[in-house]
């Protein structure tokens, strides 16, 4: 006889006592405590039933930094809507964006840090403003560029290029540990200075 099919309740329920297991190990001995049999056998499910629920183990990983990604997309509108000034706006933008990756190293490099395995299947690629820190970006560059402000181009490509570099600020220490590199945290106010030069009219 056919097993009845799992309640949509039955499955929600299933992935968040999955998302538990992976947090609960991460928070106790940290990422190298996560493999997809750890987390199976903590949360008393087959490897099976978290590639069905995630689609592999970075998918799980991914999902519990979501709601924490999102409180701070909503931390960088609250400090945007501060400065009506496009040129400050943009400077505390980037500062703030380097103040979440340094004080939240572990959560910045599980969820912007990513890359993707080259077997596994690239998703359609949405457009840059559906990121709500690059939109924040985009639409201060326009501001500052009708008020003469900021230079002309196209504001997508400035916006990737000041999110370039301050991803960059972050992530060269942690990818290059084998050379003697400053760390963000002393690096941060003149790498936004030199990007706010790069923009300004």
Not at 83 to 89: A, C, G, I, L, W
Request: charged residues 25%; aromatic residues 6%; contains cysteine.
């Amino acid at each position: 006889m056919a097993r009845p099919k799992s309640t949509p309740e039955q499955r929600e329920a299933v992935r968040n006592r999955i998302q538990k297991a992976a947090s609960d190990l991460y928070n106790q001995d940290g990422i190298a405590a996560i493999s997809a049999r750890a987390v199976a056998r903590k949360a008393s499910v087959s490897v099976g039933t978290i590639y069905a629920h995630f689609g592999d183990l970075t998918g799980l990983m991914q999902s519990l930094w979501i709601p924490t990604v999102e409180r701070q997309a909503q931390v960088f509108r609250a400090k945007a809507g501060e400065y009506k000034d496009p040129v400050q706006r943009l400077r505390i933008l980037l500062m703030e964006y380097l103040r979440f990756g340094i004080e939240t190293p572990e959560l910045y490099r599980g969820a912007l840090m990513f890359v993707r395995p080259a077997g596994l299947e690239k998703p359609d690629a949405e457009p840059l403003s559906t990121v709500d820190f690059a939109d924040l970006l985009i639409e201060t560059l326009k501001e500052g560029r009708e008020s003469g402000q900021f230079v002309d181009g196209p504001p997508e490509v400035l916006a990737q290029m000041l999110w370039s570099g301050v991803h960059g600020c972050l992530a060269l220490p942690v990818n290059m540990d084998r050379v003697a590199l400053a760390p963000a945290r002393d690096v941060s106010e003149r790498t936004v200075e030199l990007l706010l030069k790069a923009v300004r009219a």
